[in-house]
């Protein structure tokens, strides 16, 4: 198949793009510097910018299904995503995979990320919401800070448990759910096979990077201030920490079983995903 990946240099997206390329398929890979991409058979890389979301749909009208995540740092993916799905409705593509995060289902109708969901929802197209939990990779990329300097994890998350999902079953997710047709038209939330408080997960990457981290609890006004600090921008610092907070109130929690029921493989654990990135803490 003919395959378009929006944010195809992202974390997710570079999974999905090399599984599809793997599995034969034709991939159309989306960034915001197609020009940096790396050659490979099999694999176009077009215009895709977040800053500019009307460039480069026309790019749908070549491929069968597609593939939507809203980039970091954004907090209005409606007006990011919207002129995308406009083309695909329009195009009618046989498929489009959509990512957004564990618990949008929840919020308003008019928020972005809800409008979105709702909108590739009553376009008439075949298509899967996949809703992951925190990712498990943000402990060597927006946590990295922290532990690199002082061996300390700062988030405003309390006791509370969240049951962290590795980027690479997110990958897998997707690139089943978009060559395949078995699920089509249902939401999935994604998580990881157990809910861990910080206090495990600081446990879990002393014990691979042979130095002592542990969990410092700050407050929501602290935690902002630190993203700030590091370049984020205002808006979505404020998204970060309204997220924070519902994981704070356990709404981070629950485990599902989807990545199986997708996959047909168990889901990695953290100490797993600890045991394969070691380096990173070290």
Avoid: C
């Avoid at 939401?187 to 981290?213: N, Y």
């Amino acid at each position: 198949m003919k395959i378009f990946v929006y944010g195809a240099t992202g974390m997710v997206g570079q999974n999905v793009v090399n599984q599809l390329l793997a599995a034969g398929h034709e991939v159309f890979a989306g960034s915001r510097k197609p020009e940096s991409g790396k050659a490979s058979r099999g694999l176009t890389w077009v215009k895709a910018d977040a800053a500019n979301p009307q460039a480069g749909v026309e790019i749908l009208d070549k491929v069968d299904r597609a593939f939507f995540i809203a980039p970091p740092g954004f907090t209005d993916q409606y007006a990011i995503l919207s002129p995308w799905l406009n083309r695909a409705k329009e195009k009618k593509l046989q498929k489009v995979v959509l990512m957004t995060a564990m618990g949008v289902e929840h919020a308003p109708a008019e928020a972005p990320f809800r409008k979105v969901e709702l909108m590739l929802e009553g376009s008439g197209l075949n298509y899967n919401i996949v809703r992951p939990n925190w990712f498990m990779q943000n402990f060597q990329t927006f946590w990295i800070g922290g532990i690199k300097s002082d061996g300390k994890i700062y988030f405003p998350g309390g006791d509370a448990k969240a049951s962290f999902i590795d980027a690479r079953d997110i990958s897998s997710s997707v690139v089943s759910l978009l060559t395949e047709d078995k699920f089509n038209n249902q939401a999935f939330a994604l998580t990881g096979p157990a809910a861990v408080t910080h206090d495990e997960v600081a446990a879990a990457l002393s014990s691979v990077s042979g130095k002592s981290i542990t969990y410092v609890n700050v407050t929501p006004e602290d935690f902002k201030k630190g993203l700030l600090s590091g370049g984020v921008p205002n808006d979505y610092a404020d998204f970060l920490v309204f997220i924070a907070g519902n994981l704070r109130e356990g709404h981070a929690s629950p485990v599902t079983a989807t990545v199986k029921q997708i996959t047909g493989k168990e889901p990695i654990a953290f100490q797993q995903y600890a045991n394969d990135n070691q380096a990173a803490w070290k």
